[in-house]
């Protein structure tokens, strides 16, 4: 389904909330933005009867292409500085980890949070529940460096879960991405 009207998300605390049900199905139908509130894992064919609760990155991304209205907790409208303010308090590194979100969205892949695997995204070929996550992304800083031991971990972590570890880092105004096959015995 491709979405062609606007959604609207409201701030509260650090989460971003989008009220309506309807509107939280469509944006879920239309590209698996957010989730239900309280649902680990929604179906396509699940019913929503919460909330959903959708990411700063994938509200930043709304946002930019016209898709979405964030309001703040009194319900006025935010506009894209002052939600980018917000989104830079709230993750470290933000702008890079953003540049990566919609980089990979734009070629379209489904982007996730990552904090279960320990990584900024879980992405995805098909979408969640249609397939695991082939891919786990860690954003490192610009000309950063990674700590050899950090790599393994992240090897065997991706080995483990079956899936691929991948580095992505800005590197003179050009993304690049490092991919670490898992070993399949």
């Given at each position: 389904m491709k979405m062609t009207s606007k959604y609207t998300a409201q701030m509260i605390g650090n989460r971003l909330i989008?009220?309506?049900?309807?509107?939280g199905i469509e944006l879920y139908s239309a590209g698996f933005y957010g989730?239900?509130?309280?649902?680990?894992?929604?179906n396509l064919g699940d019913e929503f009867r919460d909330p959903s609760e959708i990411?700063?990155?994938?509200?930043?991304?709304?946002?930019?292409?016209?898709?979405?209205?964030?309001?703040?907790?009194?319900?006025?409208?935010?506009?894209?500085?002052?939600f980018m303010e917000r989104c830079n308090k709230q993750y470290m590194n933000f702008e890079n980890k953003m540049y990566v979100y919609r980089y990979l969205r734009n070629l379209g892949y489904i982007v996730r949070p990552g904090l279960k695997f320990g990584v900024d995204f879980a992405v995805y070929i098909k979408g969640p529940g249609l397939e695991h996550s082939p891919y786990m992304v860690?954003?490192?800083?610009?000309?950063?460096?990674?700590?050899p031991i950090e790599l393994v971990r992240a090897g065997r972590l991706a080995t483990t879960v079956r899936k691929n570890f991948v580095v992505a880092s800005?590197?003179?105004?050009?993304?690049?991405?490092?991919?670490?096959n898992r070993y399949k015995p």
């Open positions: 989008v009220w309506n049900i309807k509107e989730k239900p509130i309280g649902v680990r894992k929604p990411s700063y990155f994938e509200g930043l991304y709304l946002l930019e292409n016209k898709k979405l209205t964030i309001l703040d907790e009194k319900e006025e409208k935010v506009t894209k500085k002052v860690q954003i490192i800083e610009q000309e950063g460096k990674i700590n800005k590197i003179k105004k050009k993304l690049h991405f490092f991919v670490f």
